[in-house]
Nanobody, 126 residues
Framework: QVQLVESGGGSVEAGGSMRLSCARA????????MGWIRQAPGKERETVAR????????RYDDSVKGRFTISEDNAKKMMYLQMNNLKPEDAAMYYC???????????????????YGQGTQVTVSS
């Protein structure tokens, strides 16, 4: 059983910064990839950042590249998303997600993840 709990959301003005945290518990040793997925009202979920546990490789959606940074503190079983230069279009519910499935899994789609946290809301005012 894997538990993921997000924190750090809230409201910020455009151009501001925010850091989201994800606390992991349970059987997370064998995760293949972990990511941050967001969903704005009326839109589909999109994977904004992800990393592959075996290689430490990170990938970002073009919309956040250069502004967001995903990182992990494995000793603390934490994952983070540092978000800089936030834009109103970044406003969404942000979810921490993890997948144990490696074979053929790009971890690029929200469907690629087995486990989700409850989400944390990010609001960006213009």
């Amino acid at each position: 059983q894997v538990q993921l709990v997000e924190s750090g959301g809230g409201s910020v003005e455009a151009g501001g910064s925010m850091r989201l945290s994800c606390a992991r518990a349970g059987d997370t040793v064998s995760m293949y990839c972990m990511g941050w997925i967001r969903q704005a009202p009326g839109k589909e979920r999109e994977t904004v950042a992800r990393f592959y546990s075996t290689t430490g490789t990170t990938r970002y959606d073009d919309s956040v590249k250069g502004r967001f940074t995903i990182s992990e503190d494995n000793a603390k079983k934490m994952m983070y998303l540092q978000m800089n230069n936030l834009k109103p279009e970044d406003a969404a519910m942000y979810y921490c997600a993890a997948s144990k499935s490696g074979s053929g899994n790009t971890c690029s789609s929200h469907d690629d993840y087995n486990y989700y946290g409850q989400g944390t809301q990010v609001t960006v005012s213009s």
